[in-house]
């Protein structure tokens, strides 16, 4: 199992970024989908979960009407776009799969909201 985040980078608050992860090694049609992130010194929290089919989707309180979490079966790729960011966003930012109860985690790609 492989999964690829990108998209990070620099922003300044009320801007947008839009993060992809490529996942790899599994039947990806068949997992659903999750993006997490993870604050410098804070626990990693659950951003939005997308169902296999991609025909139901959940967010955080902090995240709707901000974020949304897509995807794209045919090209094993996993989105999440964000817009109005704040400065409270910037986390690593990671996808994630559970496969047989076990938790596969990307690398993860760094959002920074600051001006």
């Known amino acids: 199992v492989r999964l690829v985040e990108s998209g990070g980078g620099l922003v300044q608050p009320e801007g947008s970024l839009s993060l992809t992860c490529a996942a790899s090694?599994?039947?990806?049609?068949?997992?659903?989908m999750k993006w997490y992130r993870q604050a410098p010194g804070k626990e990693r929290e659950w951003v939005a979960s997308?169902?296999?089919?991609?025909?139901?989707?959940n967010y955080a309180d902090s995240m709707k009407g901000r974020f949304t979490i897509s995807r794209d079966n045919a090209k094993n790729t996993v989105y999440l776009q964000m817009n109005s960011l704040k400065p409270e966003d910037t986390a690593m930012y990671y996808c994630?799969?559970?496969?047989?109860?076990?938790?596969?985690w990307g690398q993860g790609t760094q959002v920074t909201v600051s001006s």
């Open positions: 994630n799969a559970r496969i047989y109860f076990n938790d596969y």
């Open positions: 997308i169902t296999r089919s991609g025909g139901t989707t």
């Open positions: 090694g599994f039947t990806f049609s068949s997992s659903a």
